[in-house]
């Protein structure tokens, strides 16, 4: 049994890892100082964001938060130390 303790660890600490790379090669959402100037970002970029790398990105997080709360619930439940 400790053998599957140390698997889940390990598994769990690489989505830990991944999550985190995944997050922070996301784009911020805010425009920062290029919203005092008016700036529009309707471009076709913007407007298809859901079919760019982007979106991608934000939909592989969100799989990832879902695995990864679940293993956090598990190992909680089963009561990994």
Known sequence: MDTVRVIVKIVFMILSVVMTVIVLMQ?????GLGSL???????????????????VLVKVTRVLLVI???????????SFQ
Request: proline share 0%.
């Open 27 to 31: 784009e911020g959402k805010g425009n």
């Open 37 to 55: 100037s008016g700036s529009n970002i309707d471009s076709y970029w913007g407007r298809n964001k859901g079919r760019s790398m982007e979106g």
């Open 68 to 78: 990864f709360l679940a293993g956090a619930a598990a190992m909680n439940i089963g």
